[in-house]
């Protein structure tokens, strides 16, 4: 089963709007132009030419939930990236001695955590016009951005992501005041890994959490709760044509597969969050720090 996109000129419709409310996802065409695309992939080529990471600094990304204890949660360099631009590998890049086994370009899973602070032009598309005009059309009052990703879903060995929410990493209270913005860079389908959603699941809360354990201990970082088990047919696929953005509120199960065709799936992504009346959990493993508290979507 595939979910609808849009084709109203209008960026963001009522209909657009209610669907979101709805189903907890909405895809929308055209928020980004292909140059605008082609700008961001040439940059992050720029980024990636420059890496230097240190031998220790290798992290491998899953969402496995005993790996991301092992790998992610126990990594200091995961959990302090939330003011930095970071890299995080593929599974299987790197041999024995740490070097790559694969050309560095296809080695990477991701790129994170503050492309939308120290990035222009990332910070740029992060504050344009219409994504401040989509947060003002759900109501959004004071939104800040939390996070922003590049996902690479590389070819052939893009790994899966598992079904999960984004509120067990990103908690609030209330819930419901953090949304995901994921812009497609080039075609996201089925054959190279677009995201598949459960309609309607933001709407009963959320079964597992991931927070930091205390200072001393290890790992840094430890899951409460457990992920559900989800039936398969109950997933719909969100295919999203290269520009368009899709909407994922924090509860909404969503996940991806593998990617094992010979094309891409580049990806920008970030998260706000409604900072009116809310409180973001200290017990988070992202947290906001001297050098870059949360900074405001709105520009004056």
Not at 94 to 113: M, R
Not at 206 to 220: A, E
Request: charged share 25%; glycine share 8%.
């Amino acid at each position: 089963m595939v979910g609808c996109c849009r084709r109203s000129m209008d960026f963001m419709t009522d209909r657009d709007v209610q669907k979101y409310k709805e189903d907890g996802f909405v895809v929308l065409d055209g928020l980004l132009s292909s140059q605008e695309c082609d700008e961001l992939r040439q940059r992050m080529n720029e980024i990636v030419d420059q890496m230097d990471v240190p031998e220790h600094c290798r992290t491998t990304f899953t969402t496995y939930h005993h790996e991301q204890l092992k790998t992610q949660g126990s990594a200091d360099y995961f959990i302090t990236s939330g003011d930095k631009i970071r890299f995080f590998f593929e599974k299987g890049v790197f041999d024995d001695q740490g070097e790559f086994k694969v050309p560095k370009h296809l080695s990477l899973n991701k790129v994170g955590h503050a492309l939308h602070a120290y990035e222009p032009l990332y910070k740029k598309v992060t504050h344009s016009a219409k994504v401040q005009g989509i947060a003002k059309k759900l109501g959004l009052v004071s939104p800040v951005i939390l996070q922003s990703m590049y996902i690479f879903k590389q070819p052939g060995i893009g790994g899966e992501v598992t079904a999960h929410q984004d509120a067990t990493f990103l908690h609030t209270e209330p819930l419901g005041r953090v949304m995901g913005l994921w812009i497609a860079l080039e075609d996201a389908t089925v054959n190279n890994g677009c995201l598949w959603f459960i309609p309607g699941s933001h709407r009963s809360g959320i079964s597992r959490r991931m927070v930091r354990t205390p200072k001393g201990t290890f790992p840094l970082t430890d899951f409460i709760g457990r992920e559900q088990a989800y039936k398969e047919d109950t997933f719909v696929a969100a295919p999203v044509p290269k520009g368009g953005v899709v909407l994922i509120h924090g509860e909404v199960v969503h996940r991806s597969a593998e990617n094992i065709s010979e094309e891409s799936r580049h990806v920008y992504t970030f998260h706000v969050m409604e900072a009116l009346d809310t409180r973001w959990s200290p017990d988070n493993w992202l947290q906001p720090t001297e050098e870059l508290p949360f900074p405001p979507l709105y520009t004056k």
